[in-house]
């Protein structure tokens, strides 16, 4: 009994903690490992939200309202947000792309405006494109950290000016983008440490340079399932980069001046002309 008691009082003395300091014990644990009701209403409140139409319990019909009501009661309160990860398959789901396309233009002006530093959007539509236009507001998130697309089309509405000014983590999967777009978005980068391209449509050419670039250790390109593209070069010179993962066809590379390279993996990628120069290097894999 004396046992119980103390465990209770530990417990209560958790609760009793900021709610800044229970939002950051929070964000490490899943709904599942709640108990007490005061907890329940913090996590309510917690800093990371993670929605995935697939794994939603209720009526899928729904999910866009129960996504929407959460970022505005959010937003009503006043709270910030950390990491917001948005997962959409409609294929012939009941609810209609136009709906979802017309609430993602309202959702990430509020995600703007809460904060958030971690934005993670991947979208699976039925229609004819299957792809969907970015919202122009979410390149003018100066608080974002990490940003992911998945099936996003770059090249509507880009701001004159990118405030990227804290982004260190880019990730583009099965986007299209022009290469004028897309050297614009990463020459508003300064603090990048890793970019990753995926099946990306569009790109000609790739060039990263030491003097844009200056922290940037991860670099990945795969292009495996795009064989119709036209070909894309890919020029990188800079001193800080530690790994690079280039895979796909029509794919001609010349590196230099990567005296810290630990790791080297190229795939497909056409020998000539290929010049690599790395002192370093630790670990070196190339396929044809």
């Not at 309510?44 to 009661?73: A, M």
Request: hydrophobic fraction near 40%; charge should be positive; proline fraction near 3%.
């Amino acid at each position: 009994m004396e046992k119980v008691k103390r465990d209770s009082l530990s417990i209560d003395r958790i609760s009793n903690l900021p709610k800044d300091i229970l939002h950051r014990i929070l964000f490490l644990l899943s709904q599942e490992d709640l108990l007490s009701k005061s907890w329940r209403y913090i996590w309510c409140t917690r800093p990371n939200l993670d929605f995935s139409d697939i794994e939603f319990n209720g009526n899928k019909q729904d999910f866009p309202s129960t996504v929407d009501k959460t970022l505005q009661q959010y937003y009503d309160q006043g709270l910030s947000l950390e990491k917001f990860r948005l997962y959409l398959s409609l294929l012939g789901k009941d609810y209609s792309y136009h709906e979802s396309v017309l609430l993602l233009h309202k959702w990430i002006p509020l995600l703007k405006a809460m904060g958030v530093k971690e934005f993670c959007l991947s979208i699976l539509f039925d229609h004819t494109s299957g792809i969907t236009d970015m919202p122009s507001v979410v390149f003018k998130a100066e608080s974002l950290e990490l940003l992911h697309l998945n099936r996003c089309n770059l090249g509507q509405n880009i701001p004159e000016n990118i405030p990227f000014v804290r982004l260190r983590v880019l990730r583009l999967s099965n986007v299209s983008v022009e290469n004028e777009v897309f050297e614009k978005i990463i020459s508003s980068c300064p603090l990048l440490t890793t970019m990753s391209l995926d099946g990306c449509k569009g790109l000609k050419t790739i060039k990263l340079e030491k003097k844009i670039h200056k922290h940037l250790k991860h670099f990945t390109f795969i292009n495996l399932m795009n064989r119709t593209a036209e070909k894309c070069n890919i020029e990188i010179d800079i001193p800080t980069l530690e790994t690079i993962e280039i895979m796909g066809s029509k794919i001609r590379c010349s590196m230099r001046n990567l005296s810290i390279l630990k790791t080297l993996s190229l795939g497909s990628v056409e020998q000539s002309p290929l010049c690599i120069d790395a002192q370093n290097i630790q670990s070196c894999m190339l396929l044809t």
